[in-house]
T-cell receptor
Framework: AQSVTQLGSHVSVSEGALVLLRCNYS??????LFWYVQYPNQGLQLLLK??????LVKGINGFEAEFKKSETSFHLTKPSAHMSDAAEYFC????????????FGAGTRLFVKA | KAGVTQTPRYLIKTRGQQVTLSCSPI?????VSWYQQTPGQGLQFLFE???????NKGNFPGRFSGRQFSNSRSEMNVSTLELGDSALYLC????????????FGPGTRLLVL
């Protein structure tokens, strides 16, 4: 069975500081991995995804994530936080076959201090 | 292209009633998935429809059902509402291949009193 663990339900950083949001997954088959962002009263927006190929994935708004199979991790980073990055972030995993059943982590709320 | 639309955006019902939520996917997308989001349980997969057929189902009771029409629009129905069904219901659409991105709608916020 697939599962996703996001370490830290809340993360607080100062504006301009590094953002690091942690995600570990378990999957019996090679998964597809995703990071989504959710702003208040909105749906989810895809930041980036890993399906195959290069393990360092670049996404929108300066975010990137690295797929590390040996560590079963897919941590999200951004070199310099901006106030507009304050939101909730979800890591998700999906099997490579069999449709779109996506399993989400519990989410990490990012706070950015001025 | 217009995004995924969900109607209604907000809904208040009482226990025991039933509710139908609607989702219109992005034009050309044939897969529609539904998710329930609550503070306690987070985001949970309900079901996925592809070309009018339910392809995947999550662990929800039979009170939760859905369907997809030939134009790919989808509805989900919850019968005999319970207080715990209060949630944000999100719909996502995608094209045929499973590695493709799911695009989410803004959600329907359901409050059960």
């Amino acid at each position: 069975a697939q599962s996703v663990t996001q370490l830290g339900s809340h993360v607080s950083v100062s504006e301009g500081a590094l953002v690091l949001l942690r995600c570990n997954y378990s999957s019996s088959v090679p998964p597809y991995l995703f990071w989504y962002v959710q702003y208040p009263n909105q749906g989810l927006q895809l930041l980036l995804k890993y399906t195959t190929g290069a393990t360092l994935v670049k996404g929108i708004n300066g975010f990137e994530a690295e797929f590390k199979k040996s560590e079963t991790s897919f941590h999200l980073t951004k070199p310099s936080a901006h106030m507009s990055d304050a939101a909730e972030y979800f890591c998700a995993v999906r099997r490579g076959t069999g449709g779109f059943k996506t399993i989400f982590g519990a989410g990490t709320r990012l706070f950015v201090k001025a | 292209k217009a995004g995924v639309t969900q109607t209604p955006r907000y809904l208040i019902k009482t226990r025991g009633q039933q509710v139908t939520l609607s989702c219109s996917p992005i034009s050309g997308h044939r897969s529609v998935s539904w998710y329930q989001q609550t503070p306690g349980q987070g985001l949970q997969f309900l079901f996925e429809y592809f070309s009018e057929t339910q392809r995947n189902k999550g662990n929800f009771p039979g009170r939760f059902s859905g369907r997809q029409f030939s134009n790919s629009r989808s509805e989900m129905n919850v019968s005999t509402l319970e207080l715990g069904d209060s949630a944000l219901y999100l719909c996502a659409s995608s094209s045929q291949a499973s590695q493709e991105t799911q695009y989410f709608g803004p959600g329907t916020r359901l409050l059960v009193l």
